[in-house]
């Protein structure tokens, strides 16, 4: 079983910064992807920035030149930093784990963290 817990969201004024950390935890042998997605109200979930194991990164087009992406491999970690935060930043964020192998299963699975809470608002 692989677990992700997600840290770091919370409330900031526009302009400012967080820093968001997912630590995946299991019997992980490798993890091909890791990545940050959010969803606002009223809206789908929206990918905002993927980081491969050879740490090539991708980026949403409206959160580019502001959010960050990094990842410890050892730690199964990955990072968000975001910075000149907007209100429409505002959002649930959510961790992924993309093709995770394990000790205990046959194929590859993703996996989902729980979500961190982030509000832009003066």
């Known amino acids: 079983q692989v677990q992700l817990v997600e840290s770091g969201g919370g409330w900031v004024q526009p302009g400012g910064s967080l820093r968001l950390s997912c630590a995946a935890s299991g019997t992980i042998l490798s993890i091909n992807t890791m990545a940050w997605y959010r969803q606002a109200p009223g809206k789908q979930r929206e990918l905002v920035a993927v980081i491969d194991s050879g740490s090539s990164t991708n980026y949403d087009d409206s959160v580019k030149g502001r959010f960050t992406i990094s990842r410890d491999n050892a730690k199964n970690t990955v990072f968000l930093q975001m910075n000149s935060l907007k209100p429409e930043d505002t959002a649930v964020y959510y961790c992924?784990?993309?093709?995770?192998?394990?000790?205990?299963?046959?194929?590859?699975?993703?996996?989902w963290g729980q979500g961190t809470q982030v509000t832009v608002s003066p």
């Open positions: 992924n784990a993309g093709k995770v192998v394990t000790r205990t299963a046959s194929r590859v699975y993703d996996y």
